[in-house]
């Protein structure tokens, strides 16, 4: 029987091999992954370290990752492009949260309304008085998720996808298969019970494939409304009855559909 280590990483290529496609295809190649690549595994460490409470040294941090001590000093690097891109994604993410849940803001239906400017400006300086309405209706703007017209603004996007900005959709790429990945790996360790489950089905023709896809969307807006209402409700609720002490836990919730020609080996 193959060892736990063995197991372990045969399981971590198979999940990176669409990733390692992703990278070839905008010209990131093994050399540069792997030098970057160094910079996971330190942190990484320092973070298991930490869990184990040991000291968090040089040699201890070496000896754990693999990597030589000379490349630990470069631990503490900021990424200052990601910085710079989370930021408006944020506050947009925000505005676009309430917007999709606060029964101000919805028609009869539970659909989004158009919101003339006052109203806008009344949303985002309801959720932040730091950031200008403009520059977040510019950010939503340039995202292709919200558009100003002679009725007033208006959502484009049910759900917080940008549809330009490369950027912005690297940075939701990274966030979502890294909670993903945590959410399997936690399992997998005993460390938690984390809702993290598919549903496979093969031997199917395209158009069935095709109906499946428009099942799954249907079920993941129903879903969005739900958990986004109820996470809506919660961070009201705890910006008034807890301290920011306490308030220092995040949740992400989200689906995926994939479909592949069973004859290649799905990947």
Same mark, same amino acid.
């Given at each position: 029987m193959p060892s736990r280590p063995a197991i372990v990483l045969a399981a971590v290529l198979r999940a990176f091999k669409p990733l390692a496609r992703l990278l070839l295809r905008h010209g990131v190649a093994y050399p540069a992954f792997a030098a970057a690549l160094k910079q996971v595994f330190l942190e990484a460490a320092v973070e298991e370290l930490q869990r184990a409470g040991k000291k968090q040294t040089d040699s201890a941090i070496s000896l754990l990752s693999g990597v030589h001590r000379r490349d630990v000093r470069n631990l503490g690097r900021l990424d200052s492009e990601r910085i710079a891109v989370e930021a408006p994604m944020n506050m947009a993410s925000q505005v676009m949260s309430r917007w999709l849940t606060d029964p101000t803001y919805l028609d009869d239906d539970g659909q989004p309304l158009a919101l003339d400017r006052a109203g806008f400006d009344a949303l985002v300086t309801a959720i !932040? !008085?730091?950031?200008?309405?403009?520059?977040? @209706? /510019?950010?939503?703007?340039? @995202?292709?998720?919200?558009?100003?017209? /002679? /009725?007033?603004?208006? @959502? @484009?996007a049910p759900g917080f996808v940008p549809r330009q900005g490369f950027p912005e959709m690297a940075a939701l790429l990274g966030d979502n298969i890294h909670d993903h990945a945590a959410a399997a790996g936690a399992n997998i360790e005993g460390e938690g019970n984390y809702l993290e489950q598919a549903i496979f089905a093969g031997e199917l023709s395209a158009d069935s494939v095709k109906q499946l896809h428009t099942v799954s969307a249907k079920a993941w807006r129903q879903a969005f409304k739900t958990v986004m209402r109820e996470a809506q409700a919660r961070f009201d609720h705890d910006r008034q009855n807890a301290s920011p002490a306490e308030r220092i836990h995040r949740a992400r919730f989200g689906a995926y559909f994939y479909a592949c020609d069973d004859h290649e080996r799905p990947s």
């Open positions: !932040s !008085s730091d950031v200008r309405p403009r520059a977040v @209706l /510019d950010e939503l703007t340039r @995202l292709a998720m919200a558009e100003e017209g /002679d /009725d007033g603004v208006r @959502l @484009l």
